[in-house]
């Protein structure tokens, strides 16, 4: 019988040849992914991370590289041997070969950095979406080359342009030089001028350098193929996202969100596993060979309580967890020696690929679920791969105690994602491991020189206009990623309808930019000439209490985008009154999902954390305001207080006013923000060690009223400063603790209204226009004579057909109501869809 390649509907479309040794199609696959670096991705069928396979075929894959460089050093190099492995895919990879060497300690890379333990060294990964890897040995002499001829393997699933691994060998060698380096890979895919500068690089370290491959080969790529593969993802994705709901239900799923219900999952079997006291879960920290033996020992008991657990299982899935490769597959290769099932091995991880399915392709499904280890570069989508209809009749998630959090358990979470496609979950968990002499848990990690000089920062610079943005460069630095030239822009009803399909969350995608029409903008510039002097008064009201209770020299950052243009008018008060030129950057934060970890640690490295002060436009019924607050829950100096320009919900300390009336930002979109789109999280965009993103409308520069904004207002600043000074006198002594008047009102009208969902109540003048502009409105309630403040709130209802009720006893001028019709595709306090009661 033919067996289809599984490369072969890649290579067929991209013209992408794989060329080599008999073994080597047998070895890998070809899938997509979205990756500005590389389209292509080489999967592996004996790696046990994206395919299931035997594990006792991915453990004797390792192992047997191990016995040959064994057999290459020499019984004695052998056993001053130091085995190091590269996170993520290639942790259990290097845990078999140093178990095939035999006497080697091992230590894998990590990008789970761990308080109390300082960082032995650091190195960047160049093609991947991930690349910061750290070093994290429990004892710091690991790594010495003692005695002076002591080699140093390194392992990776793959050697490709061999970059990573020479950077490593670089960086460590300028610290710890050593006489002898072994390179260890399941498959050398070096291009020809790849193998000759092996050589040269030997040369230049004065070191000897082998490598120790599987099998060999080579992939030849036509010109143009990144930009054809990244169409091609493109392509598939747009063709897959209107069948996705119904497509997750069937036993070949591809859905992206894994589907089945997730609502009633049954909760997972827990099996006690009695992991041996002081052997470690992996070798975060180095694995020795007296752990290796405690281990060995304990694996027939363990697997013989799986068993029991599984009952009559016929075909089952051990699933590691990310790093966590070798305590699973051990877990699984006992297990196929007790146990009667079919058993299979893989893991989830980080990095998003295109599922297709395709016998000819090698990611037939994926299942997508939050990651549950708080990770400290903040929360993601994390897959695994070929899980969904693989028909496994019970899978046994392992994950250390680190990633025992109630997000695996939540609704949306992996072991209800799995529960969807088997009949039968298991959760096994391994005590994560502490350093001896250490409190560490799972956390920011203790810095160290070696660490400073072996690990550069991957974190860029703001961007800054004009080439990202129509403001100033010194109005605002943004930290974000410029995603101008993706397509991510859907119609209004389209976008809803993806959220409420598939679970998608509102940060994946972006609305049609509104189009204001003449009358429109017509609207927008007599309500700035109007209001102008008065949003002037709040602006300097909110900057003189910062200055004078927060800092003398504040770092301004602003919630993008609705925060940016009262950030940049903050900053221009601070110039106007005091020749203060204050520092300004905007950063994302999204519903559900927390603010932009690494832009956080780009300004506590930049800046005083205690300096900081958050700034948005308005508060509305306050969610930002507390989602802000969770989310520098685990950032040390950061103060959550947020300054905004208008506070009618009574949500924060800090504000210009507490009236709810028409700041002109709050009518337009980007035209009014720097020509800059709402911000955008997206895992196959965004990936752990990026910003947030977001897109610059170039092509809206005719409209563009950012700067004309900005201007105007500033030039009210000199007519109100007697005002403001006297305003700021009164809020000093005032007692200005957050009432949440807006949350009482936004409950009672969701009663009243007979919605019974706070999620689709939006109020204020700010939080309707953005439901007439981005959402499905059902009705408008404006306050009884609230005059001109709303001639812009009805004309938009009035272009969609949204009737307009004139109500008494409102806290706010207005309050949009989303259409109880999309009631599903609406977003609730965690940024994804809520079910209607």
Not at 254 to 270: D, I, L
Not at 524 to 549: I, M
Not at 663 to 679: D, K, Q
Request: aromatic content about 6%; hydrophobic content about 40%.
């Amino acid at each position: 019988m033919d067996v289809v390649w599984t490369g072969s509907w890649v290579a067929e479309r991209l013209g992408v040849e794989l060329v080599g040794d008999g073994e080597l199609r047998d070895l890998l696959g070809l899938a997509l992914r979205r990756n500005p670096k590389r389209a292509h991705l080489l999967v592996s069928n004996v790696l046990g991370k994206h395919v299931p396979q035997k594990p006792s075929v991915v453990y004797g894959a390792g192992f047997e590289l191990g016995e040959r460089v064994r057999d290459l050093l020499g019984e004695a190099d052998a056993r001053t041997a130091v085995v190091v492995g590269y996170a993520e895919t290639a942790t259990g990879l290097g845990h078999a070969v140093a178990d095939g060497l035999g006497v080697a300690p091992y230590l894998h890379s990590t990008r789970r950095p761990v308080e109390g333990v300082a960082r032995a060294g650091g190195f960047e990964e160049s093609h991947s979406h991930a690349t910061s890897h750290l070093l994290l040995p429990e004892d710091p002499a690991l790594l010495s080359p003692v005695p002076s001829g002591a080699p140093l393997v390194l392992v990776d699933d793959e050697f490709s342009t061999g970059n990573t691994v020479l950077n490593t060998i670089r960086a460590l060698h300028e610290l710890y030089p050593r006489e002898r380096y072994v390179i260890v890979a399941l498959a050398d895919m070096r291009a020809a001028t790849d193998r000759e500068r092996l050589a040269g690089f030997a040369d230049e370290i004065g070191a000897r350098v082998d490598l120790v491959a599987r099998s060999a080969g080579t992939v030849l790529l036509p010109e143009g193929v990144l930009e054809r593969g990244q169409s091609l993802v493109a392509a598939q994705e747009a063709a897959a996202s209107g069948a996705e709901a119904s497509e997750a239900e069937a036993p070949g799923a591809s859905g992206t969100r894994g589907g089945g219900s997730t609502t009633s999952a049954p909760a997972a079997t827990r099996v006690e596993l009695a992991w041996p006291a002081g052997v470690p879960d992996g070798g975060r920290h180095g694995f020795t060979p007296a752990h290796r033996a405690a281990l060995e020992a304990a694996l027939p008991g363990m697997a013989a309580r799986i068993d029991d657990a599984l009952g009559d299982a016929r075909r089952v899935l051990v699933l590691g967890f990310e790093e966590l490769m070798y305590a699973p597959l051990r877990l699984g290769t006992a297990l196929e020696q007790v146990s009667t099932a079919e058993v299979r091995y893989s893991t989830t991880t980080r990095s998003p690929v295109l599922a297709l399915d395709d016998p000819g392709y090698a990611i037939r499904s994926r299942l997508v679920f939050p990651a549950h280890d708080e990770p400290a570069d903040g929360p993601g989508d994390r897959y695994a791969y070929n899980v969904a209809g693989a028909g496994f009749d019970a899978v046994l998630a392992v994950v250390d105690s680190a990633a025992d959090t109630p997000a695996l358990h939540a609704p949306d979470g992996l072991l209800a994602r799995l529960a969807a496609h088997t009949g039968h979950v298991l959760l096994a968990v391994v005590p994560s491991y502490v350093p001896s002499g250490t409190l560490a848990t799972p956390s920011r990690a203790v810095p160290s020189p070696v660490a400073e000089r072996l690990e550069p920062s991957v974190l860029p610079e703001p961007l800054r206009g004009p080439a990202f943005s129509s403001y100033a460069a010194d109005d605002v630095g943004w930290l974000l990623q410029d995603l101008s030239d993706t397509a991510l822009e859907a119609p209004i009803e389209e976008r809803e309808e993806a959220i409420q399909s598939g679970g998608a969350h509102y940060a994946e995608s972006l609305p049609v930019e509104y189009q204001p029409s003449p009358q429109y903008q017509d609207l927008f510039k007599a309500a700035l000439d109007t209001s102008a002097a008065r949003v002037a008064r709040a602006v300097g009201t909110v900057t003189e209490t910062v200055l004078a209770e927060r800092s003398p020299r504040p770092v301004l950052v602003s919630l993008a985008r609705a925060g940016t243009p009262v950030g940049v008018l903050m900053r221009r008060w601070a110039r106007f009154r005091y020749g203060l030129d204050l520092p300004h950057y905007a950063v994302s934060i999204v519903r559900g999902r927390g603010i932009d970890a690494n832009a956080l640690r780009w300004l506590a490295a930049h800046h005083d954390p205690a300096d900081v002060v958050f700034v948005d436009g308005w508060t509305g019924k306050g969610a930002i305001t507390r989602e802000l607050a969770a989310a520098l829950a685990d950032f040390d100096g950061f103060d959550p207080e947020i300054a905004v320009l208008a506070d009618p919900g009574g949500c924060v300390r800090t504000y210009g006013t507490r009236e709810d009336f028409l700041v002109p930002s709050a009518c337009l979109n980007s035209t009014v923000s720097g020509l800059i789109s709402r911000t955008v999280l997206r895992a196959d965009l965004v990936g752990p060690d990026d910003y947030h993103g977001a897109k610059f409308y170039r092509e809206l520069a005719g409209t563009d009223v950012s700067g004309h904004f900005v201007d105007t207002v500033a030039g009210r600043f000199a007519e109100v400063v007697d005002t403001v000074d006297a305003d700021v006198k009164e809020l000093l002594a005032a007692d200005r603790a957050p009432t949440w008047e807006g949350w009482a009102a936004v409950e009672r009208i969701s009663e009243e209204y007979g919605i019974h969902d706070v999620n689709l109540v939006k109020p204020g003048v700010g939080e309707t226009t953005r439901v007439l502009l981005r959402r499905v409105p059902w009705k408008i309630l404006a306050h009884r004579g609230a005059g001109a403040d709303l001639d812009h709130v009805r004309l938009l209802a009035e272009q969609r057909g949204v009737p307009v009720e004139e109500v008494d006893d409102l806290p706010y001028s207005c309050v949009g109501l989303i259409h109880p019709r999309f009631t599903r595709g609406a977003t609730g306090a965690d940024g994804k869809a809520v079910t209607g009661k």
